[in-house]
C-alpha cells in the first residue's frame, strides 16, 4: 500500500489496513504522536476503527515535553 507520510511517500507491507496498525509499523508510539489522516484529526481512541487505504495521507507530528 502507498501512504503518503508527512509529505513523503511510503510503500507498507499488505494487510496493515486499519490506522492504528500503520502508526504502529512506522514506528511511532501511540501516546506520544498526533495524527492528521487526509485533513483530519483523529484522536487515538478512532484509529482501530479508521480503515486506511492506497492513496491515503498521513502527517503524524510527535509530541516533545519539556521547557522550564
Known amino acids: ?3 503518503t ?8 507491507k499488505t494487510g496493515l489496513n486499519r ?9 511511532h508510539h ?3 504522536v ?3 489522516f487526509n ?3 483523529l484522536t487515538p481512541d478512532r484509529w482501530a476503527e479508521q480503515q486506511v ?12 515535553g519539556g521547557g522550564s
Do not use: F, R, Y
Open 53 to 64: 487505504k492506497d492513496g491515503d495521507s498521513l502527517e503524524i507530528v510527535t509530541i516533545v
Open 34 to 36: 498526533v495524527v492528521e
Open 5 to 12: 507520510v508527512n509529505g513523503e511517500q511510503h510503500q507498507l
Open 30 to 32: 501511540p501516546q506520544l
Open 19 to 27: 490506522l492504528d496498525q500503520v502508526v504502529e509499523a512506522l514506528g
Open 1 to 3: 500500500m502507498q501512504l
Open 39 to 41: 485533513g483530519l484529526i
